[in-house]
């Protein structure tokens, strides 16, 4: 009898088992898949219930075993599942995590479902190969952390504060620098409710030329600068008009007051505290351990989720370009549901970055993963030169042909009946596999997870999950009265224009 596979080699996945198109049965066949293909990027559709939070997860899992670090996008709170990996699987760690709801109408006390959810667990992973050391090894060659961006439930990130100039590689880098330029502006005027053409608004195009004028002077800006050279400008044009023509001192105050107001007002406090938006800490620990770093949004209003989706991409792209090329597997981005973020007929601030990832990623070994339950609303042309579809079970027929469209495109000798045969009568969990690495479509059944598939997790539940502790803030300095101790600033207080601002130099003591 020919053994099988060996699903634990470095740079394959253990996705799953291959089934039989014709009977839906495994022929127990491994569906193994090489990590490099990913470079290529990949893209998991299905509606609820096809299975493809389960696929998504299983895909890190084989990441983080083989110590590929990942950025991972949660809008909706079900990639949280990945901190929830017990080795010992003892009904004691699933116990603080299962349904209440679920034990009543079973009739059952909290601690018997625990034990059934454990033994369950423990035998599906069996059923495929698996058992508490694969969890636990996956767990040492890969460290998990969940953050929550605009919370302190969690672990915040402090976005409101960085922004860092690039480096060299990305300032010679005309349409990165361009880009990064773009998703740092757009994010912030979606920030404060202005939805911005890049091209016409004159708000867009004023914060563009400014962060532009420090970056390639090498200088670092924070909201602070950024509000009072909007004030008072490094550049007395713009384009071939003047600046006051362009855009005069009185509604740049405007401008200003309402990017103060983000620095103001208490419900934004939270957007600067945390770990600073730095993409090397999320990708390894200071001692080199691979990361995988999911940032969860779901308790965010649209506004704000386009903001930070917007904004990490951006930095994405900055320490993309700082890399030398590689044609293995360096990193994953991966999105749990694109869903508003890249659609058809719109531009949103976070369209254009990502277009741009998925251009460029490749030649750096960033793989890009893209997952969504709504695949009519997806521009399939940006996604045109995507290699790896993942399709499960679709809601119409509607959205097979959407689909199919959108393959054939990139893959040009598609065989729709063949495709569309395959996708008839698929169940939960199977997924049908579409490669230009592969010769041929294969149909299979995603693997049981490592990672106990609790649901989405809540704001509260994942301050349960953060064992890190607290980033320390920034030391402050007491405030004092002025007429003891002045103080100076670099930037001009915001006043308006029709009172005249002199300027005092700071006094220096005089030596005794």
Not at 103 to 110: D, G, L, M, N, S
Not at 282 to 288: A, Q
Request: with cysteine.
């Amino acid at each position: 009898m020919q053994a099988l596979p060996d699903f634990e080699k470095m740079d394959l996945f253990y996705l799953g088992r291959e089934l039989d198109p014709s009977t839906l049965k495994s022929d127990r066949l491994p569906l193994l898949y090489k990590s490099k293909n990913l470079t290529t990027h990949g893209v998991i559709l299905g509606m609820t219930g096809s299975g493809k939070t389960g696929l998504g997860i299983a895909l890190l899992e084989e990441a983080a075993l083989d110590k590929i670090p990942a950025i991972i996008i949660d809008p909706k709170g079900d990639m949280a599942d990945l901190l929830l990996g017990f080795p010992d699987l003892a009904s004691a760690d699933f116990a603080p995590w299962i349904d209440m709801d679920k034990a009543k109408r079973q009739e059952v006390t909290p601690e018997e479902l625990a034990a059934e959810t454990a033994t369950t667990w423990k035998k599906g992973l069996a059923a495929w190969g698996q058992n508490g050391d694969r969890i636990r090894r996956m767990q040492e060659n890969t460290e998990f952390s969940i953050y929550t961006p605009g919370s302190c439930t969690g672990q915040p990130v402090s976005v409101l504060d960085s922004l860092q100039a690039p480096g060299d590689e990305v300032i010679v880098d005309d349409e990165v620098l361009a880009e990064m330029v773009n998703s740092a502006v757009s994010s912030l005027l979606v920030l404060v409710g202005i939805q911005a053409d890049p091209l016409k608004s004159r708000q867009h195009i004023l914060l563009s030329s400014i962060l532009l004028a420090h970056w390639r002077k090498g200088e670092n800006l924070d909201l602070e600068t950024l509000i009072g050279s909007v004030v008072k400008p490094p550049f007395d044009r713009v384009g071939v008009f003047p600046l006051e023509s362009f855009y005069p001192q009185t509604d740049r105050m405007e401008l200003a007051m309402q990017l103060n107001n983000i620095l103001a007002s208490p419900s934004f406090a939270a957007w600067r505290k945390g770990a600073p938006l730095d993409i090397d800490s999320f990708l390894s620990t200071r001692e080199g351990k691979p990361r995988h770093c999911i940032f969860s949004i779901a308790h965010l209003g649209d506004e704000e989720r386009m903001f930070f989706v917007t904004l990490l991409l951006g930095r994405l792209l900055g320490w993309m370009r700082r890399q030398p090329g590689s044609s293995s597997l360096r990193c994953l981005l991966y999105m749990d549901e694109i869903f508003g973020y890249f659609p058809p007929s719109a531009n949103p601030p976070a369209k254009k970055a990502m277009m741009l990832l998925l251009k460029q990623a490749r030649a750096f070994g960033l793989g890009i993963v893209l997952s969504t339950q709504n695949p009519v609303d997806l521009d399939y042309k940006g996604l045109s030169n995507i290699g790896t579809w993942f399709i499960g079970r679709l809601q119409t027929r509607q959205d097979q042909d959407r689909v199919l469209a959108g393959i054939s495109g990139g893959a040009g000798n598609l065989d729709k009946t063949q495709f569309r045969s395959m996708m008839t009568g698929m169940r939960g969990r199977t997924f049908l596999l579409s490669s230009t690495h592969r010769p041929e479509p294969v149909l299979f059944e995603t693997r049981w997870v490592l990672s106990y598939l609790k649901g989405p997790v809540s704001l509260q539940d994942i301050g349960k999950l953060v064992s890190a502790p607290p980033v320390p803030e920034k030391p402050s300095t007491a405030a004092t009265p002025a007429v003891d101790n002045g103080h100076a600033t670099a930037n001009a207080p915001l006043l308006p224009a029709t009172l005249h601002q002199l300027f005092v130099p700071t006094p220096v003591p005089m030596e005794t």
